[in-house]
């Protein structure tokens, strides 16, 4: 894996920018949402099949997350949890680069390391579900 | 006439001249597929013998020094032309959005193949803020109506439980669609695009950046979504015809098969619409008690 820091080139897409943009928009649009007590469509996938779907358990892990029962928040979704902390670690990172007009973390990957990744990505999902559909089929 | 085909789309038949215009702008590649009465297969355009050679510069008008001056405009190989949209400075805003929304819907493999992989967000974005949010109102109004019109039963399970909407929810959604239209609209494709990308990544088709997805779903999405304006079926109509736009503009816009926008589409159709949407999940996990 090649990282580099640098300053964005001309044109090139901010990535931070974007990423903090969206998810601060997705914040506004759930607290509006919140505020208005709008009834949630549930799991399609679960209502056809009556087996839980891929991301089901997202919606207790996010609650225990919120009320800081990271335990508790883990073993609803694992997956969805750990995406959760990544994206809220990135948040981080891109809202110091972005008020320290510091350079970006910018990395590539070698061929055998992204089909690596890709074949891992694809296990870990299907791991997820199968511990979904241990724990709440 | 020559049949023009990229990444498994036939982008249509086209003449000698008009394949020559293309190929000049930017519009068709030296390794666009072609075919033409009498050949066995499907032929790279870099393999026929008049597009091999490029016809020879044109001479300079005497007495003109324009394309001696430096920053004057010059067509750079394998540039893309861009959608009207992007030329609305020229035609005129409603015509632009108008056209482009004709031709992605109604063509989108020469969409795609026309629009451009790099430049500024800006106007991707404001299309897919036009479209989309027009789409949302509708959407919010036909909900109002239907929910008065048959309101969902108390307890309801199975796919009845899947519209749990009230009519007092339905007219609250729509005010929340009316003011915060823009930001819901923004925020859904920017979501949307990141997880379909991830999906063609884990395809491994994922050939360009994650801009350029972003730029498909922003034009299939913001033309889609004007299918909402018909009562009732436009919500699925809508839907369906925006995956099917995405398909066809992953595989064009990233150079990838045909099978592996396919793939990724159908895992990103899986992941949002068939299991908890991702911000409703977020929306209601946070209200529930």
Same mark, same amino acid.
């Given at each position: ?28 649009? $759930? @607290? ?37 029962? *990271? ?13 959760? *902390?990544?994206?809220? *670690? ?6 110091? $680069? ?24 694809? *296990? ?12 709440? @089929? | ?21 293309? !190929? ?20 790279? !355009? ?31 190989? =394998?540039?893309?032309? =861009?959608? #009207? ?19 992605? +819907? &109604?063509? #989108? ?10 430049? =500024?967000?800006?106007?991707?974005? /404001?299309?897919? /803020? ?26 309801? %399970? ?6 749990? &909407? ?10 929340? &669609? ?10 859904? %494709? ?9 999906? /063609? ?12 997805? +972003? ?63 991702? !911000? +409703? ?9």
């Amino acid at each position: 894996m090649n990282t580099t820091l640098r300053h964005l080139a001309p044109e090139e897409s901010d990535l931070e920018t974007l990423t903090l943009g969206t998810s601060a928009g997705a914040l506004a649009y $759930v @607290g509006v949402w919140t505020a208005s007590r709008l009834p949630m469509p549930p799991c399609a996938f679960h209502a056809i099949t009556g087996c839980p779907c891929p991301t089901c358990g997202a919606m207790r892990c996010i609650i225990a997350l919120l009320h800081g029962r *990271i335990g508790q928040a883990l073993g609803w979704n694992p997956l969805v949890f750990t995406g959760l *902390i990544l994206l809220a *670690i990135f948040n981080l990172y891109a809202a110091a $680069v972005l008020m320290g007009r510091l350079p970006r973390l910018r990395f590539s990957l070698t061929g055998w390391e992204g089909r690596f990744l890709r074949v891992a990505s694809i *296990i870990l999902v299907a791991a997820n579900w199968a511990y979904e559909i241990h724990r709440l @089929g | 006439m020559i049949h023009i085909g990229r990444a498994g789309v036939n982008l249509g038949s086209f003449s000698e001249f008009e394949v020559r215009q293309g !190929l000049a702008t930017g519009r068709f590649l030296l390794t666009d597929l072609g075919w033409k009465e009498g050949m066995e297969n499907w032929t790279p !355009l870099s393999h026929f013998e008049e597009f091999a050679t490029p016809p020879p510069p044109m001479p300079p008008l005497p007495g003109s020094e324009l394309a001696e001056l430096p920053g004057a405009p010059a067509a750079e190989a =394998g540039e893309r032309v =861009g959608l #009207p949209w992007d030329h609305r400075g020229q035609i005129g805003f409603f015509a632009a959005f108008a056209e482009t929304v004709w031709l992605v +819907l &109604f063509n #989108p493999g020469e969409a795609f193949a026309r629009m451009r992989t790099s430049g =500024g967000l800006a106007d991707p974005l /404001l299309y897919n /803020l036009v479209g989309g949010w027009f789409g949302a109102i509708c959407a919010g109004i036909y909900l109002v109506i239907m929910t008065r019109l048959q309101p969902p039963p108390a307890g309801a %399970t199975g796919m009845r439980a899947l519209f749990p &909407f009230t009519p007092e929810a339905a007219m609250q959604e729509l005010k929340i &669609f009316i003011f915060m239209g823009p930001v819901i609209v923004t925020v859904t %494709t920017m979501i949307f695009a990141g997880i379909a990308h991830l999906f /063609l990544m884990l395809a491994g088709g994922a050939n360009k950046s994650f801009m350029v997805t +972003l730029r498909v779903f922003c034009f299939s999405y913001g033309s889609a979504q004007l299918l909402q304006i018909i009562p009732f079926c436009g919500n699925l109509m809508g839907g369906i015809w925006m995956l099917v736009c995405c398909m066809i503009g992953l595989a064009v816009a990233h150079g990838t098969s045909m099978g592996r926008s396919v793939a990724a589409v159908a895992l990103f159709f899986f992941a949002c619409f068939l299991c908890c949407a991702g !911000l +409703l999940v977020l929306a209601t996990g946070a209200a529930y008690k």
